[in-house]
């Protein structure tokens, strides 16, 4: 457990704590907190007197009361009639990572009743805990600890008064969600040098113990036996081992969801190779497959009833006397043949031969996440992943999964323009469409290998690590793709 996060049936006034984060909405402070200025001597009401709160979204105060709550921490939703549950769980996460980073150890959070706006109180529970994990989060395995270290956040007591149970149940699915992303934000953070193929392949096998899920794990022997030449490809420039990981979660019978997840551990661009200038991000090229791992994290506490499969293909892309060659010809797993005009291009490389792999389940559907292209950074910003696909309904399940999950994506057109693009003259395609529309054209060639099953492609180059720190999110790696997985499982599953 990273964040314990339990709910009880109390209201916030005569508790003591170390800290009490309330989520207000905007205006005067709420009546049915009463209590808590009450037994805070005045101080809430002083605050608001001086005009130094008002609940505005994002805004954030501390107030240190004579007792019996040692901080009181405000966070603001913005007008109450105006909130959903991105508020709710954005307000979440400003107060954890606030109370974090004040190192109050343990905190309790209660969200005002006048603050709901028409969310239910279930997924308030929901999301209420999915931002508190979110803002809880910190890593600092890899440092000495400082002299005097600020208590981590291990521990949230959601206040709820009323509608207890509703809430606690919607607060252990976001509570699962929070672990699965926890998990991916961890593995996210690690270095090349620990995080590899290998490693990646032992993450999913303790994962798969501590849930009683199936788990298979190719080594390049069984690689090559199975003929995933795109993955080999991207794998032969590397002294890492490259790894095929898949996870099976049977929660009822059925064809299965398919979750592909890009595990490139390090991307030099391999013979292609980029430039040195923020080179080190490339340990980020594994978010696709940390996202499948934390949302069969969360699946493997939530428990729904609904088949999952996870595929993870992972390598090392690198420059070296073995590494695949700018106009190499490869066999694919699919059978079709690949140019390889750029070795940097070597995302969908591996994740078409995950793609060909996922037939046999005969899926129902399939979704891959993968950092697989610059482009979608300038298409749209670090603000929404890019949506492809091959079934426009699909597409739309993806991107309403994705807004509930407060991970917005917005689809790009697949018009038969783009694909020509990717024509080769030696080869049945090429992995690079050049630069115009390029994440249009990584989406295409991925389309060519999802033959039979609806499909969609999250590209989440823009939004699986952010170089800024914001209010609700650490610097780093953000997690990106876990909520929206799960979300769009749950939606799937049989109630
Ligand atoms: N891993 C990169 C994409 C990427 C870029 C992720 C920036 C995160 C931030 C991918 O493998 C890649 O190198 N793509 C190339 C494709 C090009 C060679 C067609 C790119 O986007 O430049
Ligand atoms: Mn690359
Ligand atoms: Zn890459």
Same mark, same amino acid.
């Given at each position: 457990m990273t964040l314990d996060i339990t709910v009880a049936p109390a209201a916030p006034g005569t508790r003591a704590t170390a800290c009490l984060v309330l989520a207000v909405p905007e205006g005067s402070f709420p009546g049915s907190l009463a209590a808590v200025d009450t037994a805070s001597a005045g101080a809430v009401l002083r605050l608001y007197a001086a005009k130094d709160f008002s609940g505005k979204k994002d805004e954030v105060a501390v107030v240190y009361p004579p007792g019996p709550a040692a901080r009181i921490v405000l966070v603001g939703l913005?007008?109450?009639?105006?909130?959903?549950?991105?508020?709710?769980r954005r307000a979440a996460a400003i107060g954890a990572k606030r109370a974090r980073s004040l190192g109050a150890g343990v905190a309790e959070f209660h969200l005002a009743v006048e603050g709901r706006g028409t969310v239910s109180a279930r997924i308030a529970g929901q999301v209420l805990a999915e931002g508190l994990g979110q803002g809880a989060w910190q890593f600092t395995e890899m440092k000495r600890p400082p002299e005097d270290p600020k208590a981590p956040l291990t521990g949230v007591v959601i206040l709820a008064s009323t509608d207890t149970a509703e809430m606690a149940a919607g607060a252990a699915v976001g509570a699962a969600v929070a672990e699965g992303q926890a998990l991916t934000?961890?593995?996210?953070?690690?270095?090349?040098n620990v995080c590899t193929?290998?490693?990646?392949?032992?993450?999913?096998?303790?994962?798969?113990?501590?849930?009683?899920?199936?788990?298979?794990?190719?080594?390049?022997?069984?690689?090559?036996?199975?003929?995933?030449?795109?993955?080999?490809? #991207?794998?032969?420039?590397?002294?890492?081992?490259?790894?095929?990981?898949?996870?099976?979660?049977?929660?009822a019978p059925g064809k299965p969801v398919v979750l592909v997840g890009k595990g490139v551990t390090f991307d030099t661009g391999g013979i292609s190779i980029k430039p040195a200038a923020n080179m080190e991000d490339m340990k980020f090229d594994m978010s696709g497959a940390a996202a499948v791992l934390g949302a069969f994290e969360a699946?493997?506490?939530?428990?729904?009833?609904?088949?999952?499969?996870?595929?993870?293909?992972?390598? *090392?892309?690198?420059?070296?006397?073995?590494?695949?060659?700018?106009?190499? #010809?490869?066999?694919?797993?699919?059978?079709?043949?690949?140019?390889?005009v750029n070795t940097d291009a070597e995302g969908r490389l591996l994740l078409a031969d995950a793609l060909s792999y996922a037939r046999r389940y005969e899926p129902a559907v399939v979704l891959d996440a993968a950092t697989l292209?610059?482009?979608?950074?300038?298409?749209?910003?670090?603000?929404? $992943?890019?949506?492809?696909?091959?079934?426009?309904?699909?597409?739309? *399940?993806?991107?309403?999964?994705?807004e509930r999950a407060g991970e917005r994506?917005?689809? $790009?057109?697949?018009?038969?323009?783009?694909?020509?693009?990717?024509?080769?003259?030696?080869?049945? #395609?090429?992995?690079?469409?050049g630069r115009p529309a390029g994440s249009i054209t990584a989406?295409?060639?991925?389309?060519?290998?999802?033959?039979?099953?609806?499909?969609?492609?999250?590209?989440?180059?823009?939004?699986a690590y952010?170089?800024?720190?914001?209010?609700?999110?650490?610097?780093?790696?953000?997690g990106m793709g876990v909520r929206l997985f799960t979300e769009f499982v749950l939606g799937r599953a049989r109630a």
């Open positions: 913005g007008k109450g009639s105006a909130v959903t549950r991105t508020e709710l934000r961890r593995i996210q953070m690690l270095p090349g193929p290998t490693f990646l392949a032992e993450q999913a096998r303790e994962l798969a113990a501590r849930h009683k899920l199936k788990v298979t794990i190719l080594d390049r022997a069984a690689i090559v036996k199975e003929g995933m030449g795109a993955l080999l490809a #991207v794998a032969q420039g590397s002294a890492e081992e490259p790894r095929f990981i898949v996870l099976e979660y049977d929660g699946l493997g506490r939530i428990r729904p009833k609904v088949r999952v499969i996870g595929l993870i293909p992972s390598a *090392e892309n690198m420059p070296s006397g073995t590494a695949v060659k700018p106009g190499d #010809v490869i066999t694919s797993h699919l059978g079709k043949t690949v140019e390889v292209t610059g482009a979608i950074v300038i298409a749209l910003g670090h603000t929404a $992943l890019g949506i492809m696909g091959n079934d426009d309904a699909v597409v739309e *399940e993806v991107r309403q999964a994705g994506g917005w689809p $790009l057109p697949m018009w038969d323009e783009y694909r020509e693009l990717n024509k080769s003259d030696i080869a049945d #395609v090429r992995n690079t469409g989406g295409w060639f991925l389309r060519e290998f999802a033959e039979s099953f609806p499909w969609a492609h999250l590209d989440i180059a823009g939004t952010t170089d800024r720190e914001d209010p609700t999110t650490a610097k780093g790696p953000t």
